[in-house]
């Protein structure tokens, strides 16, 4: 399963830089989008497909620019927070995460051609930033075992290198002779991995004790883990919309993506007591840092078509976007004995270069028009993860497997938006939408599908030739997302289990000027 079932830890257990550590992890995380858009389109549920008329909805939408019957710019400042809540040994933990943004500013210009009902009646320029993606995340898990160790499944998984490659000195490169992950060199080298007697290349953890033939863990340990994430994907939209005899609204996009994600994490063992370990061992921790930064360029193509004055009909298609990816990462871990031995040593930076194309995007939806009233709206929209591919800059075919790996644990995901706003009063209206989106796992259930419902309120004054109006929005995570995570793998004993809650929330607000 690709669900972090097995351990939440991966990229902490795997080698830390091997030439391709990229996995359907990546491609979901840079693949995904949950744009945030206008106070306005966000609180509507980002239904917006058929709607236009809206900012948030251009980067759905491309013919949304064209519905526009003035200019306009405005920015949408927003604050962003992440929970979790996390069971593990018998302790819970929670954590929190809180960020400052932009979801949206830009601006729209609407130039009449002069015809009234026929032909091109407007056309549109629009330049837009919308944050199309958030990473803020944070994690914290304590428990008390004396069963397992993560020290033990590093020696398990160190099993069978030659411990002589793994010496760090001016003679040797540990990685590339040894063929050994970086965790598992960095525990050799600070005494936390040592030999079994008569062998090179079968390991014995510092948290463990040898009684003739058999090994265990020799006493209980105070087990720590944190995990903080960041970033954003942010996309630059320069738009073109044309307006045809008041019935067909029709607009292009370009859209330059910048992608910057970063990626912290800390896993520390402390004996409770030092003396039951043969070894003397008092305490360790591994730390893990890496830091994704590029580029990516999509195009978006939209219509809206009136068959009537209350209906409105509307689809759009986006490309892959084409991505440019930078990663960098480094290991490091520190170790502590009770015979006053303490040894910190980090790995050299590891870098890479990749490209990434995400898949296609299609958009369909409806929307009615109730007067003066209001409006509700629908969307559908589809994205197949599944096809999303590595492509290496320097190796032919160097992704095969990770492409098949990909292609085998993700699927097609079904998104559906739907949003309604009630004008109150000429000048206030009130605002509700909701948003679902399907597994992206091929072997998913309903608990790893996703709910946002948002509310709002908005407000527009006249200020002579111009207007001024200002929505807010609050946005939730209705459903609390529910994963078990192993803090590292199993070896004769299995890892400790554990749960983890998370939840979501944003809020939105919306300064605008339409002239």
């Known amino acids: ?68 019957r003035y200019s306009e710019f405005l920015l949408t400042p927003s604050v962003a927070g992440t929970s979790s809540s996390a069971s593990y040994l018998g302790s819970s933990t929670s954590d929190n995460k809180t960020g400052f943004g932009i979801a949206n500013i830009g601006y729209v ?80 080298n600070t ?47 320069i738009n073109v919309g044309g307006n045809f005899s008041n019935k067909f609204f029709a607009g292009v996009n370009i859209g330059i993506q910048s992608i910057s994600y970063r990626y912290d994490e800390i896993y520390g063992e402390q004996a409770t007591n030092s003396n039951d370990f043969q070894t003397g061992f008092e305490s360790f921790s591994a730390a893990y840092r890496y830091k994704a930064t590029g580029t990516g360029i999509n195009l978006k193509a939209g219509i809206i078509y009136l068959p009537t004055q209350w209906l409105r009909l509307g689809a759009s298609i986006s490309t892959p976007t084409w991505m440019y990816l930078s990663e960098d990462w480094e290991n490091g871990m520190e170790a502590s004995f009770n015979d006053g031995y303490n040894q910190r040593l980090e790995s050299p930076l590891g870098t890479y270069d990749y490209r990434l194309n995400t898949p296609f995007r299609w958009n369909i939806g409806a929307a009615l028009r109730l007067g003066n009233l209001g409006v509700v709206s629908a969307d559908y929209e589809s994205v197949d993860y599944s096809k999303a591919k590595f492509i290496s800059t320097e190796f032919n075919e160097g992704y095969d497997a990770e492409n098949e790996e990909t292609a085998n644990l993700l699927t097609t995901q079904s998104i559906i938006r739907l949003g309604a706003e009630l004008n109150v009063s000429p000048v ?57 995570f192993s803090l590292y793998s199993d070896t004769d004993i299995p890892a400790p289990a554990g749960t983890n809650k998370t939840n979501a929330w944003k809020l939105l607000l919306t300064l605008g000027f339409r002239f």
């Open 428 to 484: 206030f209206a009130v605002r509700a939408g909701y948003q679902h989106y399907t597994s992206p796992y091929a072997d998913g259930t309903s608990d790893d599908a996703k709910n946002i419902g948002s509310l709002g309120v908005g407000y527009v004054a006249s200020c002579g030739a111009s207007d001024f109006f200002v929505d807010l929005t609050y946005q939730q995570m209705l459903k609390k997302g529910n994963e078990k």
């Open 109 to 188: 210009g609407s130039y009449n051609t002069g015809r009234k009902n026929a032909g091109l009646v407007s056309w549109s320029f629009g330049f837009v930033l919308t944050k199309e993606n958030n990473f803020n995340n944070a994690m914290k898990v304590r428990g008390r075992t004396n069963s397992s160790s993560w020290l033990s499944s590093l020696a398990s998984n160190t099993n069978g290198i030659f411990a002589p490659t793994m010496d760090l000195n001016s003679q040797n490169d540990p990685y590339w002779y040894s063929n050994a992950s970086w965790n598992s060199i960095l525990g050799w």
């Open 1 to 68: 399963m690709l669900k972090k079932i097995t351990t939440i830890t991966a990229a902490i257990l795997c080698t830390a830089a091997a030439a391709f550590a990229q996995n359907a992890y990546d491609a979901l995380r840079y693949s995904e989008r949950f744009t945030e858009g206008t106070a306005r389109s966000v609180a509507m549920g980002n239904a917006f497909t058929a709607l236009g008329g809206d900012m948030g909805g251009i980067t759905i939408n491309p013919a949304s620019s064209a519905v526009y």
């Open 191 to 237: 005494s936390l991995l040592d030999t079994l007697p008569g062998t090179r290349d079968q390991y014995i953890a510092a948290t463990e004790n040898l009684y003739g033939y058999d090994i265990s863990v020799g006493g209980e340990l105070n087990q720590m883990f944190r995990s903080k994430s960041k970033g954003n994907i942010t996309e630059a939209t």
